[in-house]
């Protein structure tokens, strides 16, 4: 795998920034209603504070390639479930204080909607699904809600089966068109519910790389060593920016309605300090500011596979409580109380080549209770387990075992 700039944007998938104007089709462009505008602003917001806290929670020399989208529907259909200070948490961190419940409901929905099918260069979908261990209750005006927004699939499943989890990572595999084959790796005896948002992405470069002029050649690590990559080629005129931190191109994608937009420093500028000037207002700034300009571009050739587990960066960004077993309140989601997230998983995959860019996301968030919050209590004594025998005044341990194998 060869090391790569690790600040890539692929946070335009919500709305291209440039219109379509240069090709015989015409996509179905509509102007966005105020509240899907916010919900935009919120999650671009959203995904560069998670992609700083990210970057910072890794290594410096880590590849890292998330979907904000992936983890902001996901965050969101949780999001109808939470009440109290968990939901305010919530909101603050995902952004969301200036809309509505109903508001951030109908704009997801329209948005996916409008989305899908934008350009027929573009292959671009979008899952949602609720899977829950069967014998719970569930608030159906919750699920109904992630339902008719969020189109997810809403299904109840014996957690105890140990297909359970096969069942819910073909559902990925399948959405994210078998890129992400796992993003259930294990289910809980306290865990109740899992709600995962897939997205599939495969976009061919409006104007492609040259195979013929793809070669051979160095790429500057962190550290000043060298690696070999395959350099691609391209010349035209694109969308550009430059200033002293970086210079800054998008690459579109079929009718250009979706593209990449990379950003390189400057040679005297640390990648980590531009990092730390990501914000809404800068990013706007720096959006609004490109202009056509002739260009080469030299680009490597890249794949890359990232999983994170997002509960510490989540924590970080504000939302801690939903994460507390005793404090979170999901009570919205499940009456009884009880319920709090147990772990965020994402996992993502990019390629990038002279025919264009093939990515997928998906993240998991996982809902699990405690004895608190009332509900039968599980467990299931299928592994190898330590029993002991004690007298219950002194505490006295008589006896204590290990039990590999109860057959033999």
């Not at 470069?205 to 391209?234: I, R």
């Given at each position: 795998m060869f090391k790569i700039i690790k600040y890539i944007f692929v946070l335009l998938i919500f709305i291209g920034f440039f219109q379509c104007t240069n090709n015989p089709f015409t996509p179905d462009i509509r102007e966005l209603t105020p509240a899907e505008k916010g919900l935009v602003e919120a999650d671009n917001?959203?995904?560069?504070?998670?992609?700083?806290?990210?970057?910072?929670?890794?290594?410096?020399?880590?590849?890292?390639?998330?979907?904000?989208?992936?983890?902001?529907m996901a965050l969101g259909m949780t999001y109808n479930g939470a009440d109290g200070s968990t939901e305010e948490a919530m909101r603050a961190t995902l952004e969301l204080s200036d809309l509505t419940l109903e508001e951030i409901n109908e704009s997801y929905k329209s948005l996916?909607?409008?989305?899908?099918?934008?350009?027929?260069?573009?292959?671009?979908?979008?899952?949602?699904?609720?899977?829950?261990?069967?014998?719970?209750?569930?608030?159906?005006?919750?699920?109904?809600?992630?339902?008719?927004?969020?189109?997810?699939?809403?299904?109840?499943?014996?957690?105890?089966?140990?297909?359970?989890?096969?069942?819910?990572?073909?559902?990925?595999?399948?959405?994210?068109?078998?890129?992400?084959?796992?993003?259930?790796?294990?289910?809980?005896?306290?865990?109740?519910?899992?709600?995962?948002?897939?997205?599939?992405?495969?976009?061919?470069?409006?104007?492609?790389?040259?195979?013929?002029?793809?070669?051979?050649?160095?790429?500057?690590?962190?550290?000043?060593?060298?690696?070999?990559?395959?350099?691609?080629?391209?010349?035209?005129?694109?969308?550009?920016?430059?200033?002293?931190?970086?210079?800054?191109?998008?690459?579109?994608?079929?009718?250009?309605?979706?593209?990449?937009?990379?950003?390189?420093?400057?040679?005297?500028?640390n990648i980590d300090s531009l990092i730390l000037e990501l914000s809404q207002e800068n990013w706007n700034q720096w959006i609004n500011n490109f202009y056509i300009n002739s260009v080469n571009l030299q680009f490597p050739k890249f794949t890359l596979e990232y999983d994170i587990k997002l509960n510490n960066v989540l924590s970080a960004l504000g939302m801690g409580i939903a994460f507390n077993p005793g404090l979170a309140d999901f009570t919205k989601m499940y009456k009884d109380g009880?319920?709090?997230?147990?772990?965020?998983?994402?996992?993502?995959?990019?390629?990038?080549?002279?025919?264009?860019?093939?990515?997928?996301?998906?993240?998991?968030?996982?809902?699990?209770?405690?004895?608190?919050?009332?509900?039968?209590?599980h467990m299931r004594v299928d592994r190898p387990f330590i029993f002991a025998i004690r007298e219950n005044h002194s505490g006295t341990i008589l006896f204590i075992g290990k039990i590999v194998n109860p057959t033999s």
């Open positions: 917001k959203f995904g560069l504070k998670l992609f700083k806290e990210v970057v910072f929670e890794e290594e410096p020399d880590t590849n890292i390639f998330i979907s904000p989208l992936s983890v902001s996916i909607e409008y989305l899908v099918g934008l350009d027929p260069e573009v292959e671009f979908n979008i899952a949602n699904s609720i899977w829950y261990r069967q014998e719970w209750t569930f608030e159906e005006d919750f699920l109904d809600r992630c339902e008719t927004y969020f189109n997810a699939l809403v299904s109840g499943l014996d957690f105890n089966d140990p297909n359970a989890k096969d069942i819910i990572n073909a559902w990925v595999s399948e959405n994210t068109n078998g890129k992400i084959e796992e993003i259930v790796d294990y289910i809980d005896p306290l865990d109740v519910m899992f709600l995962i948002n897939a997205i599939y992405f495969n976009g061919t470069w409006t104007y492609k790389f040259d195979e013929n002029l793809t070669h051979e050649d160095t790429f500057h690590l962190l550290d000043d060593s060298q690696v070999l990559c395959e350099m691609m080629e391209v010349e035209g005129d694109f969308q550009y920016f430059e200033n002293s931190d970086f210079q800054a191109i998008d690459l579109p994608y079929g009718y250009e309605c979706f593209s990449m937009t990379i950003f390189l420093p400057q040679p005297d500028k009880g319920l709090f997230i147990s772990r965020v998983k994402h996992k993502t995959y990019i390629k990038v080549d002279e025919e264009g860019t093939e990515a997928a996301a998906a993240t998991s968030v996982v809902m699990s209770y405690t004895s608190v919050g009332g509900g039968v209590l």
